[in-house]
């Protein structure tokens, strides 16, 4: 909605809201990814980059900055990805510093919104984020077929 304060994960899933998110007046979002910063602002939405070091040579950045920000931030709602999301619900990546700054951006956000395409499902990395029924929205693009939860599903 209008107003509204924004996170958008590193994930390149999650930057795919941008053009959604420009045609709505008075945003802001905050971001730990250098491409999805430019990028929102080249769509004029106001934009915070969430500093930190890169990882691993990427455009994301984490680390100690990252975390004081986000403890500092009271969003409305996150928008975020993973890698993987098995059938019991769970949300991993392979990343650890990833999953850790996507913790925090969970507890910094008033509503949380998975973002996970089929290619994603029934699989398993090595570290756990949280479970489906953690999050209040998860947006798929296929039904995923003998998950149970509680959130909403769209």
Known sequence: KEGQ???ID???TAAFMLPYIAKINSITIFTNNLS????AIELGINTYCIGGHAINDSVVLSGA????TLSNINADILFF???SLNISGDI???TEEENYVRMLMIESSKKSVFL??????NKTSLHR????????????NESFEGLNTKSKIL
């Open 5 to 7: 304060n924004i996170i």
């Open 10 to 12: 590193s994930s390149s």
């Open 36 to 39: 999805t910063a430019l990028r």
């Open 65 to 68: 900055e990252t975390y004081k």
């Open 81 to 83: 990805s993973s890698q």
């Open 92 to 94: 991993s990546d392979s």
């Open 116 to 121: 996970c395409d089929n290619e994603k499902f």
């Open 129 to 140: 984020l949280c479970n489906i029924d953690d999050i209040d929205i998860a947006v798929f």
